[in-house]
């Protein structure tokens, strides 16, 4: 892989934010690196170690890697087979002056782990602002479908009506909750800051010849530097594996997040009752013409499986740390945390893509309802009688046989439910046929649903998008463009 593109999988070629992807690249891994450099020179220079102030310039001129300083780095690698002293020798190569200083009292940790807590934050930002807006474009959804009625499912099975726009808060509200998340890890993260090879802050102490309130002021400074309120008061060599636990296990659950909202979809298409966009020029198969395959959303789930499972490693990596550090976890993280970030980002992003271009098939609902809300009816029916003046018992089995009728026909003929015909064709329930069509309205069978809506929105989804980090990102978002 040539070192000047950003960090490529098959997937992130394609689908990840420029953003994202780029944050991955081996030229921001670098720069970040060099960045890190000047800022420890910075700290000890003002702490009163003799580092020229030629030294510190040459260091700011020279933070982007060129094609040729990527040649050359690797080149080192191949020779010291360490990649943080091959950046060493390759930054002091442009910056003579400094070339004695950089990585003065630090380990390589230093570098890597500060680096990874600077990508980890910034990729948490991004994910904050996508999630923000799937929210908001899921939220005009169901604001304008609260009131559709539509049949609802518990075990898959016909169950009492609720509305189209309430399951979408259903969605919303997980989506609210991995938000949460994914804030609280972001805003709780530290810097690894100035801790030595083995977090005791020997070598420090040595260049500041015993001074404790140095090192420690050394430290404030190169974390205050880096853009972090705090480091972690206590280190082995690298920051505690563990973090990557809390980073990670809020994606894990978005990703679970991700996966009922595209299987719930998916069972909502095979139903045709509502599909995710469709080009005009799409196809669905290369065999069967007519299919119209919910592919985006079958890709979150795959996805979003892969970004649960990413988690174990870090759970698994975490719990064989020795003492102060092991190398095992090196290649491990250099897979799994961006992978974790970039699978994200394109879950995130398809299915915001396919929350603009929901299609939704009042028709077929309201066809699906007229099958089951007869048998749904029957309880208001058996009222109604009664209101009337009839026997609730007389009532109850005048409905019970003609359900067993009307559920034969369905059931065994594969015919149309026809419950009601049989009502009104039956003299027993003459004083309630001119309610029927009222005692049928499925907006009656929703209960609070379009109200709760409302109130959903107002008092949680709101507030929780009158952020202003996040009404920053939804005033800058057009619809997005997705590949299939």
Same mark, same amino acid.
């Given at each position: 892989m040539d070192a000047l593109e950003t960090y490529q999988t098959p997937?992130?070629?394609?689908?990840?934010?420029?953003?994202?992807?780029?944050?991955?690249?081996?030229?921001?891994?670098?720069?970040?690196?060099?960045?890190?450099?000047?800022?420890?020179? =910075?700290?000890?220079?003002?702490?009163?170690?003799?580092?020229?102030?030629?030294?510190?310039?040459?260091?700011k001129a020279n933070l982007d890697l060129t094609p040729e300083q990527f040649d050359i780095a690797a080149e080192e690698e191949k020779k010291r087979r360490h990649d943080v002293m091959a950046h060493v020798h390759t930054f002091g190569q442009v910056t003579p002056a400094?070339?004695?200083?950089?990585?003065?009292?630090?380990?390589?940790?230093?570098?890597?782990?500060?680096?990874?807590?600077?990508?980890?934050?910034?990729?948490?930002?991004?994910?904050?602002?996508?999630?923000?807006?799937? =929210?908001?474009?899921?939220?005009?959804?169901?604001?304008?479908?609260?009131?559709?009625?539509?049949?609802?499912? &518990?075990?898959?099975?016909?169950?009492?009506? &609720?509305?189209?726009?309430?399951?979408?808060?259903?969605?919303?509200?997980?989506?609210l909750?991995?938000?949460?998340?994914?804030?609280?890890?972001?805003?709780?993260?530290?810097?690894?800051?100035?801790?030595?090879?083995?977090?005791?802050?020997?070598?420090?102490?040595?260049?500041?010849?015993?001074?404790?309130?140095?090192v420690e002021e050394l430290d404030r400074l190169v974390t205050k530097l880096s853009g972090f309120p705090y480091a972690y008061p206590v280190t082995g060599q690298t920051y505690s594996r563990k973090i990557d636990i809390d980073v990670l296990a809020p994606l894990a659950s978005l990703g679970a997040t991700a996966h009922k909202i595209g299987t719930d979809l998916r069972l909502l298409a095979n139903l045709k009752e509502i599909e995710e966009p469709f080009e005009s020029t799409q196809i669905g198969s290369s065999a069967m013409a007519y299919k119209r395959n919910p592919m985006r959303c079958e890709r979150v789930c795959s996805l979003s499986r892969h970004l649960q499972v990413l988690h174990?490693?870090?759970?698994?990596?975490?719990?064989?740390?020795?003492?102060?550090?092991?190398?095992?976890?090196?290649?491990?993280?250099?897979?799994?945390?961006?992978?974790?970030?970039?699978?994200?980002?394109?879950v995130l992003s398809t299915l915001r893509n396919v929350s603009e271009g929901l299609v939704v098939y009042p028709n077929v609902i309201a066809r699906r309802i007229a099958q089951e809300l007869p048998f749904m009816a029957t309880e208001n029916l058996i009222m109604a009688i009664v209101k009337k003046g009839g026997d609730r018992q007389e009532a109850h089995e005048k409905i019970r046989v003609l359900s067993h009728e009307a559920a034969y026909q369905v059931k065994n003929l594969g015919r149309e439910n026809d419950l009601i015909e049989r009502v009104r064709e039956d003299p027993y329930f003459d004083p309630i046929k001119d309610e029927l069509d009222q005692l049928l309205n499925p907006r009656t069978f929703v209960g609070r649903a379009p109200e709760q809506v409302t109130r959903f929105l107002k008092e949680w989804v709101e507030p929780a998008l009158a952020d202003e980090e996040l009404k920053e990102a939804l005033a800058k978002t057009d619809k997005v463009e997705l590949s299939v």
């Open positions: 997937l992130s070629s394609r689908y990840a934010s420029k953003d994202m992807a780029n944050l991955f690249s081996p030229a921001k891994r670098y720069r970040t690196w060099r960045e890190l450099w000047l800022n420890l020179a =910075i700290a000890e220079k003002q702490l009163g170690l003799p580092i020229a102030d030629e030294a510190i310039e040459q260091m400094a070339a004695g200083i950089i990585h003065l009292g630090a380990t390589s940790c230093y570098v890597t782990d500060n680096a990874d807590l600077i990508f980890i934050r910034t990729g948490l930002t991004y994910l904050l602002k996508s999630l923000a807006v799937l =929210i908001s474009r899921l939220s005009a959804f169901a604001r304008e479908n609260r009131a559709l009625p539509t049949l609802g499912f &518990t075990h898959f099975q016909p169950a009492q009506l &609720t509305t189209v726009g309430k399951r979408a808060t259903l969605w919303i509200q997980e989506l909750w991995d938000l949460r998340n994914i804030k609280r890890a972001r805003d709780d993260l530290g810097f690894r800051g100035v801790k030595g090879t083995t977090g005791t802050q020997a070598s420090f102490l040595a260049l500041f010849d015993g001074d404790h309130d140095k174990q490693n870090a759970l698994m990596t975490s719990s064989v740390q020795w003492f102060e550090r092991t190398l095992d976890d090196s290649a491990n993280r250099r897979v799994t945390l961006p992978e974790a970030f970039l699978t994200a980002d394109i």
